[in-house]
């Protein structure tokens, strides 16, 4: 097949296995003894929004925390072992950092408001928004080009 390139597969394995790593860990927060710490919860961002903006409680939050995780693994299962998904993958995850994102403004210029007290918490969400979301979305905007070098 003329201008077909090879697709290299072990990049998208090395991507799936890092989100695999990501699901035990946002599975381990979410089942820490007592519900799980806030500060070290990756998706912190969404039960912000959802209790600022939409006045949800536990009820709603919980699932959709779960819900969150549940999407990560299927997209770590589908990257790892098919290489597919990459640009669902990608548009999700924007869609699931965004409110994360939202809350580090929160915290950076209402210094915490009603949610934390100090630069601690800043920097941990911060870090935990890179490892979370910024990290494999540049893995993932990378593997996209890459493959579409490749197809040209």
């Given amino acids: 097949m003329m201008g077909v ?3 290299e597969p ?3 394995r090395l991507l799936g296995a890092y989100l695999f790593s990501l699901c035990l860990y946002q ?3 979410y ?3 007592g519900g799980p710490p806030f500060i070290l919860d990756p998706r912190a961002g969404i039960p912000v929004l ?3 903006h939409f006045s949800f409680d536990n009820k709603v939050i919980h699932p959709v925390e779960w819900i969150t995780a549940a999407w990560l693994v299927l997209m770590a299962v589908m990257i790892f072992f098919r290489g597919k998904f990459l640009k669902a993958y990608l548009i999700s995850e924007l869609v699931l950092a965004a409110p994360t994102a939202y809350y580090i403004g929160v915290l950076a210029i209402q210094h915490g408001g009603d949610f934390a007290p100090g ?3 800043l920097l941990l969400t911060i870090f935990l928004f890179c490892v979370f979301s ?5 893995l993932a905007l990378h593997r996209i080009w890459q493959r579409s070098k490749t197809l040209v």
């Fill in 5 to 7: 390139a090879k697709v």
């Fill in 10 to 12: 072990r990049r998208e």
């Fill in 27 to 29: 599975i381990g927060i």
């Fill in 31 to 33: 089942r820490w003894p």
């Fill in 50 to 52: 959802l209790i600022n």
């Fill in 119 to 121: 630069f601690k918490d």
């Fill in 134 to 138: 910024l990290a494999p979305i540049g």
